[in-house]
């Protein structure tokens, strides 16, 4: 029999806040164990939680980015669960009056050709509602250690519709996901420091049966790469189970992504077994259309719509812009870097492969780079205007990078210059490349324009490889023309 998966996605993204969420204690990664608390954050008694705004601006904003319906009044629940990470014994969420409804993310379809902007589809999102993190348990060989600086920190919880049929479509949702996140200035989502988790809820079912099958939920999925895998592994195994006529069990697994394998860990909790019920130490809160306004006036250009511009306004190739567009900042850098020298595919070449290279090799963030777009559209300028041919601009920029000097200055101080050529000269060693290649000769005169790529090479040779290209190529073209 044919199955089919459907896949849907919980993903959690720690919102970046200076305090937590419902108390001033600062938020932060890799502090002392349980600094950051307070009374609050311990659920000391007495201890009573206030609204964080940063933390509903940010949902919002985000809700706003990916299309939700923001609802004009939400409120907040306690979800009662009993475990170590948890000092209050409850968890300060929403229920059934969740902040962001609907909405939608936009990925690229899998298999799309690797040259061209391929085929792309949304998949629709359930719910985005906002709650408190826990805190963090340390497992150690005899022993187990909580750490409650997480505790508090404001986390969304992005439900996604089962609408993903495939493990890929689930890594390039994950994948469009986390960049909406990070352009919007909403979280750094590093999976690392748990600013990102993902659950996957994975069933399967006949191919042209409607009916939703049995669903298993993975859980430690801590990258990108472990949900494409483990979601994979859990649709084999599904499928091997009903294949050898067993049942699918409905509970939550443990994926192992280094080893490519998981576990049962408990059969999967239902919503009345957290007992919900409305928060009384915290009111509704109303968000009217100024709030919205202010917010939507913030929200930036996502990369798939910055890419699309990219593709028309400065018609780059679509490699370059699959580049570029993922990382704001560098985006940017290459919107200024093209606006100065003129030219966008010769600023994107040395941006995506000179200065990424140098900039991975020296393992540092782009923000701490010498060379600015004013450095690279110099050099653009001075490639284009032949003053310094390409073998020495590759040259110059590692010098550039190291220093920080400007492409000039570089190319007079080590003689990098393109030398003069005498037009009579370069006019000279033009015939004479001709003459020696007759079936080249014989090819452009029949339309093959790529031709003339076989005078050129012993052109440079002769000019010692400093002949300016662009005077070759006119002083070809001109020859050829007359014969």
């Known amino acids: 029999m044919n199955y089919e998966a459907v896949i849907g996605l919980e993903v959690h993204v720690q919102i970046k806040t200076r305090s937590k969420v419902f108390t001033r204690v600062p938020t932060g990664y890799g502090y002392e164990p349980n600094s950051l608390t307070d009374p609050v954050v311990l659920a000391l008694p007495g201890a009573l939680p206030v609204m964080n705004k940063a933390a509903l601006d940010a949902i919002i904003k985000a809700g706003l980015l990916l299309g939700c319906e923001i609802a004009p009044v939400c409120k907040w629940d306690r979800k009662n669960y009993f475990y170590p990470d948890s000092p209050k014994n409850y968890q300060i969420s ?43 348990l340390n497992h150690g060989a005899s022993d187990s250690l909580v750490d409650y600086n997480r505790a508090g920190t404001p986390l969304m919880e992005i439900v996604s519709d089962p609408a993903m049929h495939t493990a890929e479509e689930a890594f390039a949702y994950l994948t469009s996901l986390r960049a909406t996140m990070i352009y919007g200035g909403i979280s750094d989502c590093d999976m690392e420091k748990g600013q990102l988790r993902c659950d996957a809820n994975i069933s399967i079912r006949p191919v042209g049966q409607t009916k939703l099958g049995t669903k298993v939920e993975l859980k430690n999925l801590n990258s990108i790469s472990f949900v494409r895998d483990g979601i994979s592994h859990e649709i084999k195994r599904q499928m091997a189970v009903l294949e050898r006529g067993g049942t699918i069990v409905q509970e939550t697994r443990d994926y192992d992504g280094v080893a490519g394998t998981s576990q049962s860990l408990r059969s999967k909790e239902e919503a009345h077994d957290y007992r919900y019920f409305p928060d009384p130490d915290l009111m509704p809160v109303k968000v009217d259309e100024a709030w919205k306004n202010r917010l939507r006036a913030e929200c930036p250009e996502m990369p798939f719509v910055k890419q699309r511009r990219f593709l028309e306004q400065y018609q780059l190739p679509y490699t370059l812009t699959s580049v570029l567009v993922w990382d704001r900042a560098l985006a940017d850098y290459f919107e200024v870097a093209a606006n100065l020298c003129g030219k966008p595919q010769a600023a994107g070449n ?13 393992k540092l963030e782009l923000a701490a780079s010498k060379v600015t777009p004013a450095h690279i559209a110099a050099l653009v300028k001075l490639v284009e205007a032949g003053s310094v041919l390409t073998n020495a601009a590759k040259e110059i920029f590692v010098e550039m990078f190291a220093t920080g000097d400007q492409p000039e200055v570089i190319a007079d101080r080590r003689g990098l210059k393109a030398a003069p050529t005498d037009s009579g000269e370069l006019e000279q060693w033009c015939r004479e490349s001709i003459a020696a290649n007759a079936k080249a000769l014989t090819e452009f005169k029949a339309g093959k324009d790529s031709a003339i790529n076989a005078f050129k090479g012993p052109v440079m040779k002769a000019a010692k490889g400093k002949a300016n290209p662009k005077l070759v190529d006119e002083t070809l073209r001109k020859l050829l023309a007359g014969m």
């Open 94 to 136: 929403q229920y059934d009056q969740p902040i962001c409804l609907g909405g939608s993310v936009e990925i690229e379809l899998p298999g799309s050709a690797r040259n061209v902007m391929g085929e792309h589809t949304s998949v629709p999102l359930t719910r985005i509602h906002l709650e408190e993190d826990v805190g963090k």
């Open 350 to 362: 040395w941006i995506t492969n000179d200065l990424l290279r140098e900039l991975g090799n020296a």
